[in-house]
């Protein structure tokens, strides 16, 4: 069964500074990889999307990489702003069926960025 | 062009009765799938389906149930509602199985008494 974890559970940075997320998953089979960012109470908002082929994934200020083999993949985000504050899900899907499974989620980390 | 839109937004209910939730899909797509997110936890996937059949099923009692019509939009259905059912329902459209990109509803907030 494959589980996903996310460190830290919550952080809380000053404006300005880059910072790194974590993800780790433990079965190495991936179809996919997506980071979702969730305001709260809120639905998901897709950030990044990476295939199991790919390295990594560029947006803006985010930057998202992927090693398979070991099962994990880092968010980056280069000069944090207040509005980047939310939780930051890593979700993964497996290719089974001609399509791919449901995602597995990791329970988040929660982001503050202090103005 | 519109996104993934849920309703309702909000909903309360006693323990033991029934309820329906809707999805339409994000224009284009074909495949909608379910999560319940209970609070401070990530999304658990109920379902997905795919040409109007259920594809895939995670760890979820028969209570839940679901269906999608020929215009793909989606529908949620649990039956003897339980006090731990009280969550965030979120659905996702996507094309051709979940083979591609997930996009998200804003949810619909289900309280239980």
Redesign the interface.
């Known amino acids: 069964k494959q589980e996903?974890t996310q460190i830290p559970a919550a952080l809380s940075v000053p404006e300005g500074e880059n910072l790194v997320l974590n993800c780790s998953f433990t079965d190495s089979a991936i179809?996919n990889l997506?980071w979702?960012r969730q305001d709260p109470?809120?639905?998901?908002?897709?950030l990044l999307?990476i295939q199991s082929s790919q390295r990594e994934q560029t947006s803006g200020r985010l930057n998202a990489s992927l090693d398979k083999s070991s099962g994990r993949s880092t968010l980056y985000i280069a000069a944090s702003q207040p509005g980047d504050s939310a939780t930051y899900?890593c979700?993964v899907?497996r290719?089974?069926?001609?399509?791919?499974?449901?995602?597995?989620?990791?329970?988040?980390t929660h982001l503050i960025i202090q103005p | 062009d519109a996104g993934v839109t849920q309703s309702p937004t909000h909903l309360i209910k006693t323990r033991g009765q029934q309820v329906t939730l809707r999805c339409s899909p994000k224009s284009g797509h074909d495949t909608v799938s379910w999560y319940q997110q209970a609070l401070g936890q990530g999304p658990q996937f109920i379902f997905q389906y795919y040409e109007e059949e259920e594809r895939q099923r995670g760890n979820f009692p028969d209570r839940f149930s679901g269906h999608q019509f020929p215009n793909y939009s989606s529908e949620l259905n649990v039956n003897a509602l339980l006090l731990g059912d009280s969550a965030l329902y979120l659905c996702a459209s996507s094309l051709n199985q979940g083979l591609y990109e997930q996009y998200f509803g804003p949810g619909t907030r289900l309280t239980v008494t």
């Open positions: 996903v179809y997506q979702f109470g809120k639905g998901l908002t897709s999307l899900l979700a899907s290719y089974s069926g001609g399509g791919a499974d449901g995602l597995t989620f990791g329970k988040g």
